[in-house]
């Protein structure tokens, strides 16, 4: 399979643990984005990595998260001190390098998170 | 404040029917996507315009860049068709932000 994975696809925590979510995208994309998709509400842009960068990060964004991508393949975020307020889908999404105008995102399935 | 509405919020047809989804904005963009999603939260990415109309199949795209707003139109629907539609925008050159419309709930009644 040479798509979009995410792992895990669903978590239940309670509140107050933190939680970690691996995003690997397709091999030759340079590109990642991470979001968050509340029920009934459209996924909400989180942060972007061209490589290892990090240049751009939301306002959603608090403290309690933290994105990385050490080697600019595989991604994680990372929520620390989980509220029942993060419970949501997280989505991860990749697209290659090349003209802004012209590039296609492929999303991964999602993690489900669950805060008790 | 930047934002992007979508209409209609739920829309049933018959199968055979033309459909339309329309996605307003309220600033200039650089880019649009339509995007799909089907129950169990799958996304996949249908079109990227930033002008004219693009064809995939049953699937036409238009975006009118003056009037700021972008239709999706379905051809000859079909039950398979049933899944919610996301409108999505890049506002600027300099942002990699994306801002989603709520997204339109289709099913299509064989």
């Known amino acids: 399979d040479t798509g979009v994975s995410q792992d895990p696809r669903h978590k239940i925590t309670k509140r107050g643990q933190n939680v970690t979510f691996r995003c690997d995208p397709i091999?030759?994309?340079?590109?990642l984005y991470w979001y968050r998709q509340t029920l009934g509400q459209g996924p909400e842009f989180l942060t972007y990595f061209q490589n290892e960068a990090q240049l751009e990060k939301s306002r959603l964004l608090s403290d309690r998260f933290s994105a990385e991508r050490p080697k600019g393949s595989f991604s994680t975020l990372e929520i620390q001190r989980t509220e029942q307020g993060d419970s949501a889908m997280y989505l991860c999404a990749s697209f290659p390098t090349g003209g802004r105008t012209t590039n296609e995102q492929f999303f991964g399935p999602g993690t489900r998170l669950t805060v008790l | 404040k930047n934002e992007v509405e979508q209409s209609p919020q739920n829309l049933t047809a018959q199968e055979g029917e033309f459909i339309t989804i329309n996605c307003s904005y309220s600033?200039?963009?650089?880019?649009l996507h339509w995007l799909q999603q089907h129950p169990g939260g799958g996304i996949v990415s249908l079109f990227m315009l930033s002008s004219g109309k693009k064809k995939h199949g049953r699937l036409i795209a238009t975006i009118n860049i003056q009037e700021k707003h972008s239709s999706l139109h379905i051809t000859a629907s079909h039950p398979r068709d049933s899944a919610v539609y996301i409108c999505?925008?890049?506002w600027g050159a300099g942002s990699y932000q994306l801002t989603f419309g709520k997204g339109t709930k289709l099913s299509v009644i064989p």
């Open positions: 600033v200039g963009i650089s880019a």
């Open positions: 999505a925008v890049r």
């Open positions: 091999s030759e994309h340079n590109r």
